[in-house]
C-alpha cells in the first residue's frame, strides 16, 4: 500500500485494551479495536445486519458483538462467528507509529 493512503484516526490512548472507538472518514463509518493483546485492528463501522453501529458494541477477546441484535464478528479477520450476522465484516490494514492509529483506507 502506498504511503500517502494512510489516514491517522486517533492516538493509541483514545482506545482502551478490549475496546472500540468509532472513526469517520469523508462520510463512512469505521471501527477501531484495540485487543487484549494490544494488537489494533479497524473494520467497517456498521453491523452487516441491520448496520447497527459497532462502535456500541461490547469487545470480548477477539469478537465483536454488535449491540442491537447480538451478532457477533471476529474484528480481526471480519468473520461473521454469530447469528443474525452472516455476511463478514469489511477490514482495513492498521499501523502504529510514534503513538498514532493509521488506517488503510485512504
Ligand atoms: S444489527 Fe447487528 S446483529 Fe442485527
Redesign the pocket.
Known amino acids: 500500500m502506498a504511503e500517502g493512503s494512510w489516514i491517522a484516526a486517533c492516538q493509541v490512548d483514545d482506545i482502551d485494551p478490549e475496546d472500540v472507538v468509532p472513526f469517520e472518514h469523508e462520510g463512512t463509518d469505521y471501527a477501531i479495536y484495540r485487543s487484549p493483546a494490544d494488537e489494533f485492528y479497524a473494520t467497517a463501522g456498521h453491523?452487516?445486519?441491520?448496520?447497527?453501529l459497532?462502535c456500541n458494541g461490547l469487545v470480548m477477546d477477539n469478537i465483536i458483538e454488535?449491540?442491537?441484535?447480538?451478532?457477533r464478528f471476529d474484528y480481526a479477520t471480519g468473520e461473521a462467528r454469530g447469528a443474525?450476522?452472516i455476511d463478514d465484516l469489511q477490514t482495513y490494514p492498521v499501523k502504529v507509529e510514534n503513538g498514532t492509529v493509521y488506517l488503510g483506507i485512504g
Open positions: 453491523c452487516t445486519h441491520e448496520r447497527e459497532l454488535c449491540p442491537k441484535h447480538n451478532g443474525p450476522a
